[in-house]
């Protein structure tokens, strides 16, 4: 693809590091013009100055996930400037999830990820929603994962939470459908990024060994998938999950 997005105008939530950082750079090589949220101020901020710097278009936005409020003023701002093309749902709590077993999960932990990863997915797509139908031809991809295909262990809240994304997406699609906005989704394997430095070699060396590519995935392995969702080429796409884990699990 050469310019798939040009003249999109999307919205990539999470966008300050890691995985959603680099979905940002590869749609601005797309030409897309950039929105992108995030908790984390100052790394937003390096991201999107990083960017405009390469000379995108890049509009910064602080939105906490967690916190309807913030996401309802984030969006007011949003949409004095117009219609949005797409939206990747890509914000999420993946750090310091795991570890325990079901017997012994933290319920805190559980509700956090819950508020976060699901009906914070939720309120902002409700948000985005009037946005998208304005465009004629709104994009959303949500950022699911494997981890809810194979059934990771001693993962649960994060398990669960993925689960659930995979299955709003479905919905989300039939209800969605007739303003002419399409929704699918995407289920990394684990990726090396911020977000996963905690979790233990030996989870690494499991996905590495049980992959049909024998090496460790990367985040630059994840963003041409998202790429062809957000552009036209995915036109008459919607409600399909496409497991991106170089072929740890095959659907």
């Known amino acids: 693809m050469r310019e798939a997005l040009a003249g999109k105008r999307i919205l990539v939530t999470g966008a300050a590091r890691g995985l959603g950082r680099r979905i940002a750079e590869a749609a601005a090589e797309q030409g897309a013009q950039l929105v992108l949220s995030d908790i984390l101020e100052a790394e937003l901020e390096q991201t999107a100055t990083a960017l405009r710097d390469q000379g995108a278009q890049v509009q910064s936005l602080i939105m906490n996930q967690a916190d309807p409020a913030s996401i309802e003023s984030g969006f007011e701002a949003l949409a004095k400037e117009g219609a949005l093309d797409g939206l990747v749902n890509n914000a999420a709590i993946a750090t310091g999830v795991g570890g325990n077993t079901l017997v012994e999960y933290d319920i805190d932990l559980w509700d956090k990820v819950m508020t976060v990863n699901v009906r914070g997915l939720w309120l902002t797509t409700k948000a985005a929603v009037p ?77 590495q060994q049980g992959r049909a590519f024998k090496r460790e995935q990367q985040p630059e392995d994840v963003d041409g998938t998202v790429l062809y969702l957000l552009s036209d080429w995915a036109n008459f796409v919607t409600g399909q999950l496409i497991p991106v884990n170089g072929g740890f699990v095959c659907r």
């Open 131 to 207: 946005l998208l139908a304005q465009s004629g031809n709104g994009k959303i991809v949500n950022i699911a994962s494997d981890t809810a295909l194979w059934g990771a262990p001693k993962l649960m809240a994060y398990v669960a939470s993925k689960g659930a994304v995979i299955s709003m997406t479905r919905s989300m699609a039939r209800e969605l459908g007739d303003q002419g906005i399409s929704v699918n989704a995407i289920a990394p394997g684990l990726t090396h990024v911020e977000a996963t430095e905690y979790v233990p070699q030996e989870r690494y060396n499991y996905y």
